[in-house]
């Protein structure tokens, strides 16, 4: 028999992104497919596939969700539509399983969020007053520092934003609103002031009766690294300057563990792009043209068409704290049984590709120090695209292309150890405009479906075996939605030929 409990959904919001993470109760799923008076599949792995596929409801079956980021506005209602789907939320209340995290506030990031939180569609004012009616409230709430004007942005979404979160915190009744936790700087919980840890509750049970537990880890935000070895923060400089913030270079990071697997996400951080990333030829951002370069036709923003970004290096200070905060298990002492293992320090069996895969994001010496199997980017295009996924990410992630990392601070390097990428969505033509970004074997799924196998995990633990490693299941649930934005409407998808539970896939690593 083979089980995943543990689903982790990269919900297709084209340019943007959106996390679901679902902690699921199979035994509760086969017992709603029963309900239906329909005939449950074989292996407990395909119970939620086959629910979805007939129209089965799944609310109840959830043990515990966390949704990341909300994508645009012109996606809210398409995230709504996932939540309710996957049987997180039902009516508008109270939902004391879910939480939710805002990476950072970008509208690409944040604005889907109102959504899910507030009702829009209710008559937002009366006597000449605002008015918000709550619709789905999650128990916690994770963002950056809300007051600080220096590191909020100066834009008319983030006060709106705002004024939500204080309709769902502070003016619903205890027991029935949502708790607003700030992180501090290298993603540190404010009620201890060390890492903030987020616990989905127990998973599969090992061999020796012990419940393995899926458990969240911020590593970074508020351009803050935390490290594990001299127990501080590093502060990640601007590269705009002293008083510069960038957004991107706050977001909240984290590793989300499940036994011996780990999936890392980044949000919008960046890297160097260049050279000092470990980027070479033509996995390397090109450098800014000589000599005066012209003013950017948007003379409020006045930025200079092909300057060089404007992110702090944050991989440059989290990839070395990863491997010093998720160590490698010793090779004679650490493969012995009941112990999870992780044959590098700082692995993550998966990657989502911080920043939509741009260019000065997912530098090779990143990659060197997490060493992923899986990487999965959320991209796509809206009414001002950014041309994301770059053709410089996509080929420091292709073998062919890049067959080996640099490792940072030394002359050495290693072999690539991607073996399957994921999309969302790739833009080939918008109005007069073609697009020439070239996935090669990466697939494109809308909807990604990430799971580890329970068995897997629970083999992993019991084994001795250096060779051996946790299975994950991907599968595109290509869920084709439509906003009311006609120029952010999301591209039609084709289901594959996989199996009839699956509309594209699924795909197994290592396959079997």
């Known amino acids: 028999m083979t ?28 017992q709603a497919i029963e309900a239906e008076r329909k005939t449950p599949p074989t292996e407990p792995i395909d119970y939620v596939p086959f629910a979805l596929r007939s129209d089965v409801p799944l609310a109840g079956t959830v043990v515990s969700a966390l949704l990341v980021d909300g994508g645009d506005s012109s996606y809210g209602d398409d995230v709504v539509r996932m939540l309710t789907r996957q049987g997180v939320v039902t009516t508008p209340g109270y939902y004391p399983n879910l939480a939710m995290m805002v990476s950072h506030f970008h509208a690409d990031h944040q604005a889907g969020l109102n959504s899910v939180l507030i009702d ?24 950056n520092p809300l007051a600080d004007k220096a590191t909020v942005p100066k834009n008319t979404l983030f006060p709106v934003f705002k004024k939500i979160l204080e309709e769902v915190s502070l003016k619903r009744p205890p ?28 998973g599969v049970t090992d061999d020796d009766g012990k419940a393995i537990p899926i458990t969240i880890q911020l590593v970074a935000s508020g351009q803050g690294v935390y490290r594990k ?22 977001s909240l990071c984290f590793v989300l563990s499940y036994g011996s697997f780990r999936f890392f996400s980044g949000g919008d951080i960046a890297g160097d792009g260049r050279g000092a990333g470990g980027n070479v030829s033509t996995n390397a951002m090109p450098d800014p043209p000589k000599g005066k370069a012209p003013k950017h036709k948007n003379k409020k923003k006045n930025k200079k068409i092909g300057s ?8 440059k200070v989290l990839g070395p704290a990863m491997r010093e905060n998720f160590e490698a298990t010793p090779l004679l002492t650490g493969y012995v049984r009941g112990a999870d293992k992780f044959p590098h320090a700082g692995h993550c069996t998966v990657m989502k590709a911080s920043h939509h895969a741009s260019a000065s994001s997912v530098d ?17 295009f809206r009414a001002r695209p950014h041309d994301h996924p770059t053709q410089q990410v996509l080929d420091r992630i292709d073998k062919l292309k890049t067959a080996r990392w640099g490792l940072r601070g030394t002359t050495k390097e290693i072999a690539n150890t991607v073996e399957a990428l994921y999309l969302t969505e790739v833009v080939k033509k918008r109005k007069t405009r073609t697009y020439t970004t070239n996935v090669r074997s990466g697939k494109l799924l809308g909807d990604i479906v990430i799971r580890p196998t329970d068995e897997s995990i629970v083999a992993l633990r ?23 934005d006609t120029e952010n409407k999301l591209f039609p998808m084709t289901a594959g030929s996989g199996d009839a539970n699956y509309p594209i896939g699924p795909f197994y690593h290592p396959p079997i």
């Open 364 to 380: 090779t010496f990143f990659l060197s120090e997490i060493r992923p199997y899986v990487i999965a980017i959320s991209c796509g």
């Open 462 to 484: 019991t084994t001795a075996d250096t060779d051996k490693r946790v299975t994950v299941q991907v599968y595109g649930a290509a869920d084709e939605t439509d906003t009311t």
């Open 229 to 250: 070895l001299t127990n501080d923060v590093v502060v990640v400089p601007p590269k705009g300057g002293k008083n510069a913030v960038d957004m991107n270079d706050r």
């Open 308 to 315: 060089s970004h404007s992110h702090g290096d944050v991989e």
């Open 175 to 202: 027991g029935k609103r949502a708790m607003i936790i700030e992180v501090l700087p290298g993603g540190r919980d404010p009620r201890t002031d060390k890492p903030l840890i987020i616990r989905l509750g127990d």
């Open 3 to 30: 089980s995943a409990r543990l689903e982790i959904h990269i919900i297709n919001v084209s340019q943007g992104d959106s996390l679901l993470i679902i902690h699921r109760d199979l035994d509760k799923v086969r």
């Open 120 to 143: 829009k569609d209710v008559p937002k004012k009366a006597k000449g007053k605002l008015l918000l009616t709550t619709r789905f409230i999650p128990a916690m709430i994770y963002v």
